[in-house]
């Protein structure tokens, strides 16, 4: 990971100093976005997982009634 260091110019910021904060923010960016897609792939068993857990417990089901107490 790159990292810059942020300087004012004189009354504001300079075109380089602009354009070397957007390209920290690219590749920042890229590399979130590399990290969430390995994830997502190590995640597809554990979402499967989490829901057989959740099904094994016989969740009540709502049968479409307006029955608070039911619920």
Known sequence: ???????????????????NALIVMAQVLAHANENAVQGQQHQGGADELR?????????????????????
């Open 1 to 19: 990971m790159v990292l810059c260091r942020i300087e004012m110019a004189g009354s504001g910021w300079n075109d380089a100093v602009i354009t």
């Open 51 to 71: 829901l057989y857990r959740f099904m094994r417990n016989h969740p009540p089901t709502l049968k479409g009634r307006y029955d608070l107490e039911g619920v």
